[in-house]
């Protein structure tokens, strides 16, 4: 057990727990396959188009007869489903729309605004400087090519590109349930009328929703009272991780970690050397993982973004990055460090010329939620940095 985990012991003790514990497959249809991650790949079983087709509604013809003023008899149709089965002869057209099989011996389309038809012949009007209207065969993608790699989070684009290769289901890891605790008699739920002293159970219902866009079912498990037993009694939900919000510092009523203790979870590492979030904990009993994250709000959202979603990436066997960190210069200059790392809620945006610029909240409190309505990164800083000033490169973590 440690006592104060670095950043980066932390992460890797999450990450190896995670992995061991990892939930395994199943299969789901595509219409279930939502925010799932893949553990295969997701191969195209036809190409697409599967034929060269049609991207206009018009006539398919020979490119050569495509002289303006020149006549040409209709002799057949092809429409999307019922293609022509013949061929196209010099000094014909086949009336075509959009999405259906180019007959064979075409090598255009005269689109119909381009055209006058008279009975059963169809004249040229406008001139054609080249072949086109025609959308070749797999131009999108061909049969046996990879159209989703394994590790890839199914979106609906996703789910529509496997449609398309005539994929009907998807291997994905099982979906972990995580449940969320919040605890301290001085909390409430949102919309309570507010007695001296009690404060708004702001993160649980944030956290929730995170673990759902993250790809894992939330489990609420309420807000238990500052005593061992309420604590112990909700720990007995299904769940493959309990996510604990509070009561893990050292007060007299700071009765969480016993109460973990209580129900068999060892503990893996008891504090993390980070800006906000020093109370975060990590533990596990035989069935369940334990995260404990602090109770000022920004100290738990930021936790939540460094921890709890490596968590859950590694119960569902997510690939290991192979990126580098992502970086952007700062728009203001940034105090040097401490001893711990630091993440400071900020802004990132692109210049005129495509660089990227991120500014920092003016106030970093550990308690303050209101930078979060903005915020769509965090700045990190190492432990002992020294002071940055404006336009310095500096290390970022992306939050939506």
Not at 217 to 223: A, K
Not at 230 to 235: A, E, P, Q, T
Not at 387 to 397: H, R
């Amino acid at each position: 057990m440690i006592r104060m985990a670095s950043v980066e012991q932390a992460l890797d003790l999450i990450v190896r727990y995670g992995r061991e514990r990892a939930l395994g497959l199943e299969t789901v249809v595509l219409a279930a396959a939502e925010g799932r991650r893949l553990a295969e790949a997701v191969v195209a079983q036809v190409s697409q188009p599967p034929a060269d087709v049609s991207a206009m509604d018009g006539y398919a013809v020979r490119f050569t007869d495509m002289k303006l003023g020149a006549t040409l008899k209709v002799t057949g149709e092809s429409r999307a489903g019922v293609p022509f089965t013949g061929s196209l002869k010099p000094g014909e057209a086949i009336r075509i729309f959009t999405g259906a099989y180019v007959p064979a011996g075409a090598d255009h389309v005269l689109i119909q605004e381009d055209t006058k038809l008279e009975g059963d012949h169809v004249s040229v009007i406008f001139e054609q400087p080249r072949p086109e209207n025609i959308r070749r065969s797999a131009l999108d993608f061909s049969r046996g090519a990879t159209l989703v790699p394994a590790g890839h989070v199914m979106s609906e684009g996703a789910i529509s590109l496997a449609a398309a290769g005539n994929v009907a289901k998807v291997v994905v890891a099982k979906t972990p349930r995580i449940g969320v605790l919040a605890n301290g008699d001085e909390l409430v739920a949102p919309g309570a009328d507010l007695a001296p002293g009690q404060v708004v159970n702001s993160i649980q219902p944030a956290l929730l929703a995170l673990i759902r866009r993250w790809g894992a079912i939330p489990v609420d498990l309420g807000l238990s009272r500052d005593t061992e037993e309420d604590v112990r009694k909700r720990l007995a939900a299904p769940c493959d991780v309990i996510v604990s919000i509070g009561g893990a510092s050292v007060g007299d009523y700071d009765v969480v970690r016993t109460a973990f203790a209580a129900e068999g979870f060892a503990p893996i590492f008891e504090k993390i050397a980070v800006k906000p979030g020093k109370p975060t904990w990590f533990s596990a009993n035989a069935t369940m993982l334990a995260l404990g994250l602090p109770g000022n709000p920004a100290a738990a959202m930021v936790t939540a973004q460094l921890f709890l979603r490596i968590l859950i990436d590694a119960l569902t066997s997510a690939p290991a990055s192979t990126t580098g960190p992502q970086r952007a210069h700062t728009a203001t200059a940034l105090p040097k460090t401490g001893n711990r790392e630091e993440y400071l809620r900020a802004i990132l945006t692109l210049d005129s010329e495509g660089r990227a610029h991120i500014r920092a909240a003016e106030n970093q409190d550990s308690s303050l939620l209101s930078p979060f309505l903005t915020a769509n990164a965090l700045i990190r800083r190492p432990p002992n940095t020294p002071a940055a000033e404006p336009g310095a490169l500096v290390d970022i973590i992306m939050l939506r």
